[in-house]
Protein backbone atom coordinates (compact mmCIF):
# COMPACT_ATOMS: atom_id res chain seq x y z
CA UNK A 1 0.00 0.00 0.00
CA UNK A 2 1.13 3.60 -0.47
CA UNK A 3 2.57 5.31 2.03
CA UNK A 4 4.08 9.10 2.77
CA UNK A 5 5.97 9.68 5.42
CA UNK A 6 6.81 13.83 6.61
CA UNK A 7 9.14 13.67 9.83
CA UNK A 8 9.66 17.23 10.86
CA UNK A 9 6.55 18.49 11.92
CA UNK A 10 8.03 22.38 11.63
CA UNK A 11 11.14 23.72 10.55
CA UNK A 12 12.44 27.37 11.42
CA UNK A 13 14.95 28.72 8.33
CA UNK A 14 17.06 32.02 8.34
CA UNK A 15 15.51 34.25 5.43
CA UNK A 16 17.98 33.96 2.42
CA UNK A 17 18.98 30.15 3.34
CA UNK A 18 18.32 26.85 1.92
CA UNK A 19 16.13 24.49 3.64
CA UNK A 20 15.55 20.72 3.04
CA UNK A 21 12.04 19.43 3.83
CA UNK A 22 12.17 15.27 4.12
CA UNK A 23 9.50 13.13 2.65
CA UNK A 24 9.78 9.38 2.31
CA UNK A 25 7.32 6.72 0.53
CA UNK A 26 6.61 3.36 0.52
CA UNK A 27 5.12 1.49 -2.88
CA UNK A 28 5.26 -1.31 -4.78
CA UNK A 29 4.14 -0.07 -8.36
CA UNK A 30 7.48 0.70 -9.73
CA UNK A 31 5.01 3.95 -11.84
CA UNK A 32 4.30 6.77 -9.99
CA UNK A 33 4.31 10.41 -9.06
CA UNK A 34 5.61 12.34 -6.53
CA UNK A 35 4.58 16.24 -5.22
CA UNK A 36 5.02 18.81 -3.13
CA UNK A 37 2.34 21.44 -1.86
CA UNK A 38 1.87 24.44 -0.23
CA UNK A 39 -0.25 25.19 1.85
CA UNK A 40 -0.26 29.14 3.24
CA UNK A 41 -2.31 30.34 5.93
CA UNK A 42 -5.11 30.96 3.46
CA UNK A 43 -5.83 27.50 2.74
CA UNK A 44 -5.32 27.02 -0.77
CA UNK A 45 -3.20 24.22 -2.01
CA UNK A 46 -0.43 25.35 -4.63
CA UNK A 47 1.14 22.70 -6.56
CA UNK A 48 5.15 23.57 -6.56
CA UNK A 49 6.76 20.38 -7.89
CA UNK A 50 6.55 16.99 -9.99
CA UNK A 51 8.52 14.06 -9.79
CA UNK A 52 7.38 10.98 -12.21
CA UNK A 53 9.34 7.80 -11.03
CA UNK A 54 11.55 7.21 -14.16
CA UNK A 55 12.66 10.48 -14.64
CA UNK A 56 16.27 10.93 -14.39
CA UNK A 57 17.09 14.15 -13.04
CA UNK A 58 15.42 16.25 -10.45
CA UNK A 59 12.72 18.12 -10.83
CA UNK A 60 13.25 21.69 -10.50
CA UNK A 61 11.12 24.76 -10.73
CA UNK A 62 12.83 28.22 -9.84
CA UNK A 63 13.78 28.14 -6.29
CA UNK A 64 12.36 24.74 -5.60
CA UNK A 65 14.37 21.45 -6.05
CA UNK A 66 13.01 17.96 -5.64
CA UNK A 67 15.40 15.45 -4.33
CA UNK A 68 14.56 12.30 -5.34
CA UNK A 69 16.66 9.19 -3.99
CA UNK A 70 15.15 6.02 -5.35
CA UNK A 71 16.65 3.70 -3.75
CA UNK A 72 16.53 5.19 -0.70
CA UNK A 73 12.56 6.43 -1.24
CA UNK A 74 13.12 9.46 -0.72
CA UNK A 75 11.70 12.86 -2.45
CA UNK A 76 13.24 15.68 -0.22
CA UNK A 77 11.85 19.28 -1.37
CA UNK A 78 14.77 21.37 -1.39
CA UNK A 79 13.98 25.71 -1.36
CA UNK A 80 17.01 27.85 -1.99
CA UNK A 81 17.17 31.86 -0.92
CA UNK A 82 14.50 31.53 1.37
CA UNK A 83 11.67 34.19 1.70
CA UNK A 84 9.52 35.54 4.28
CA UNK A 85 6.47 34.33 1.74
CA UNK A 86 7.75 30.83 1.84
CA UNK A 87 6.07 30.73 5.10
CA UNK A 88 3.54 27.73 4.87
CA UNK A 89 2.54 24.28 5.48
CA UNK A 90 4.01 22.09 3.04
CA UNK A 91 2.62 18.60 1.65
CA UNK A 92 4.44 15.65 0.10
CA UNK A 93 1.88 13.39 -1.79
CA UNK A 94 2.01 10.61 -4.50
CA UNK A 95 0.15 8.70 -6.30
CA UNK A 96 0.86 5.24 -8.60
CA UNK A 97 0.69 4.77 -12.20
CA UNK A 98 -2.89 3.33 -13.05
CA UNK A 99 -5.00 5.03 -10.03
CA UNK A 100 -6.83 8.37 -9.67
CA UNK A 101 -5.94 8.40 -6.10
CA UNK A 102 -3.40 10.33 -3.99
CA UNK A 103 -2.46 10.13 -0.53
CA UNK A 104 -0.97 12.90 1.69
CA UNK A 105 2.11 13.22 4.45
CA UNK A 106 1.22 14.93 7.36
CA UNK A 107 3.13 17.87 6.52
CA UNK A 108 5.86 20.45 7.59
CA UNK A 109 4.94 23.72 9.01
CA UNK A 110 7.89 26.16 7.79
CA UNK A 111 8.97 29.42 9.41
CA UNK A 112 10.99 31.69 7.60
CA UNK A 113 12.41 33.98 9.97
CA UNK A 114 13.81 37.85 9.53
CA UNK B 1 -6.85 28.32 -18.49
CA UNK B 2 -9.09 26.29 -16.16
CA UNK B 3 -10.44 28.21 -12.59
CA UNK B 4 -12.08 25.65 -9.89
CA UNK B 5 -14.64 27.34 -7.93
CA UNK B 6 -15.54 26.18 -4.41
CA UNK B 7 -18.40 27.37 -2.35
CA UNK B 8 -19.59 28.90 0.21
CA UNK B 9 -16.52 29.57 1.85
CA UNK B 10 -17.05 29.22 4.84
CA UNK B 11 -20.38 27.43 6.81
CA UNK B 12 -21.07 26.96 10.32
CA UNK B 13 -23.69 24.38 10.82
CA UNK B 14 -25.48 22.86 13.99
CA UNK B 15 -25.16 18.88 14.52
CA UNK B 16 -27.73 17.07 12.60
CA UNK B 17 -28.64 19.90 10.20
CA UNK B 18 -27.43 18.84 6.35
CA UNK B 19 -25.08 20.09 3.99
CA UNK B 20 -24.24 20.58 0.51
CA UNK B 21 -20.89 22.18 -1.04
CA UNK B 22 -20.58 23.03 -4.58
CA UNK B 23 -17.30 22.41 -6.84
CA UNK B 24 -17.35 23.19 -10.16
CA UNK B 25 -14.22 23.48 -12.78
CA UNK B 26 -14.26 25.87 -15.90
CA UNK B 27 -11.64 25.30 -18.72
CA UNK B 28 -11.10 21.35 -19.08
CA UNK B 29 -13.88 18.65 -20.30
CA UNK B 30 -13.68 15.64 -18.67
CA UNK B 31 -11.38 16.38 -15.69
CA UNK B 32 -11.15 13.58 -12.68
CA UNK B 33 -12.80 15.40 -9.59
CA UNK B 34 -12.21 14.82 -5.92
CA UNK B 35 -13.25 16.11 -2.23
CA UNK B 36 -10.83 16.09 0.66
CA UNK B 37 -10.97 16.70 3.94
CA UNK B 38 -8.68 18.65 6.34
CA UNK B 39 -9.00 18.43 10.01
CA UNK B 40 -7.06 21.00 12.04
CA UNK B 41 -3.41 21.42 11.64
CA UNK B 42 -3.60 17.74 9.80
CA UNK B 43 -3.03 16.08 6.64
CA UNK B 44 -5.52 15.76 3.35
CA UNK B 45 -7.90 12.91 4.09
CA UNK B 46 -9.23 11.56 0.28
CA UNK B 47 -12.79 11.38 0.84
CA UNK B 48 -14.27 10.79 -3.00
CA UNK B 49 -13.17 10.67 -6.40
CA UNK B 50 -14.90 10.40 -9.51
CA UNK B 51 -14.05 9.80 -13.07
CA UNK B 52 -16.88 10.63 -14.75
CA UNK B 53 -20.68 11.72 -14.27
CA UNK B 54 -22.31 9.50 -11.61
CA UNK B 55 -19.24 7.51 -11.33
CA UNK B 56 -18.68 8.13 -7.56
CA UNK B 57 -15.76 5.98 -5.84
CA UNK B 58 -15.84 6.22 -1.86
CA UNK B 59 -12.52 5.73 0.42
CA UNK B 60 -13.44 6.79 4.18
CA UNK B 61 -17.22 5.21 5.21
CA UNK B 62 -18.87 8.13 6.36
CA UNK B 63 -22.02 9.74 6.68
CA UNK B 64 -21.04 11.78 3.61
CA UNK B 65 -22.28 11.10 0.00
CA UNK B 66 -20.84 12.79 -3.52
CA UNK B 67 -22.61 13.38 -6.71
CA UNK B 68 -21.46 14.30 -10.22
CA UNK B 69 -24.33 15.64 -12.28
CA UNK B 70 -22.70 17.10 -14.47
CA UNK B 71 -19.21 16.92 -16.29
CA UNK B 72 -17.69 19.66 -14.22
CA UNK B 73 -19.91 19.34 -11.10
CA UNK B 74 -19.21 18.06 -8.10
CA UNK B 75 -21.11 18.05 -4.67
CA UNK B 76 -20.63 16.82 -1.10
CA UNK B 77 -23.48 16.35 0.80
CA UNK B 78 -24.89 15.03 4.39
CA UNK B 79 -28.19 14.22 5.61
CA UNK B 80 -27.37 14.83 8.86
CA UNK B 81 -23.68 16.52 10.59
CA UNK B 82 -21.60 15.26 13.25
CA UNK B 83 -19.12 17.50 15.04
CA UNK B 84 -16.39 15.14 13.64
CA UNK B 85 -17.35 16.57 10.47
CA UNK B 86 -15.84 19.97 10.62
CA UNK B 87 -12.96 20.66 9.29
CA UNK B 88 -11.28 22.44 5.89
CA UNK B 89 -12.75 20.67 2.49
CA UNK B 90 -10.99 21.00 -0.55
CA UNK B 91 -11.99 20.05 -4.00
CA UNK B 92 -9.46 19.36 -6.51
CA UNK B 93 -8.80 18.69 -10.52
CA UNK B 94 -7.00 16.20 -12.52
CA UNK B 95 -6.94 16.02 -16.18
CA UNK B 96 -8.14 12.74 -17.42
CA UNK B 97 -5.16 11.68 -19.57
CA UNK B 98 -2.82 9.26 -17.33
CA UNK B 99 0.09 11.43 -18.91
CA UNK B 100 -0.92 14.05 -16.34
CA UNK B 101 -0.78 13.50 -12.75
CA UNK B 102 -0.53 17.05 -11.55
CA UNK B 103 -3.50 17.82 -9.48
CA UNK B 104 -5.29 21.49 -8.61
CA UNK B 105 -7.54 22.76 -5.83
CA UNK B 106 -9.82 25.10 -5.19
CA UNK B 107 -10.25 27.48 -2.72
CA UNK B 108 -11.59 25.30 0.01
CA UNK B 109 -14.88 25.39 1.98
CA UNK B 110 -14.51 26.13 5.74
CA UNK B 111 -16.77 23.75 7.78
CA UNK B 112 -17.59 24.07 11.71
CA UNK B 113 -20.30 22.22 12.72
CA UNK B 114 -21.96 23.44 16.65
Known amino acids: AQKITQTQPGMFVQEKEAVTLDCTYDTSDPSYGLFWYKQPSSGEMIFLIYQGSYDQQNATEGRYSLNFQKARKSANLVISASQLGDSAMYFCAMTEAGTYKYIFGTGTRLKVLA | ?114
Do not use: M
Not at chain 2, 49 to 68: C, F, H, K, T
Open chain 2, 1 to 114: SQTIHQWPATLVQPVGSPLSLECTVEGTSNPNLYWYRQAAGRGLQLLFYSVGIGQISSEVPQNLSASRPQDRQFILSSKKLLLSDSGFYLCAWRPRAFSSYEQYFGPGTRLTVT
